[in-house]
């Protein structure tokens, strides 16, 4: 099974590779760009139940304090 | 617009951050774990077209030489 996880940053806090990269993309004069927000994804293979998954997130992959983690299967 | 760029390593390029997922989640006792692959995600938000967004890709947020990427609108 393969599975992907995405970390984002919860609301309120500071993405700050987001916040670096929106900036540099205007310094190279990209000044149509309005936001910009990262998030990380890993690709997750192996013969393991989405309650496998989530339990990485939690000890391991996502941050509790500042991060959500979304799961999805990828057929 | 919104658009969701990924990033991830080309075939043959050292992901080391998979590689060091792999190694942590084995250490916490996954052992069904078989493969992990790290990828990185932008989501960017202003008036812009693909073509911008691919520049961008190929100015700022990917590296060429190591890294592909992917674009798609997020509607």
Redesign the interface.
């Known amino acids: 099974m393969k599975w992907e996880v995405?970390i984002s940053y919860k609301k309120g806090v500071l993405d700050s590779e987001?916040e670096s990269?929106l900036s540099?993309?205007k310094t190279?004069g990209?000044n149509?760009?309005?936001?910009?927000?990262?998030?990380?994804?890993?690709?997750?293979?192996?013969?393991?139940t989405r309650r496998?998954v989530e339990?990485?997130c939690e000890?391991?992959?996502a941050n509790p304090v500042s991060q959500d983690y979304s799961i999805s299967e990828v057929k």
């Open positions: 995405r987001g990269t540099g993309l190279l990209f149509n760009v309005d936001n910009v927000k990262a998030a990380k994804v890993y690709l997750i293979e192996g013969n393991l496998d339990e990485m000890r391991l992959l």
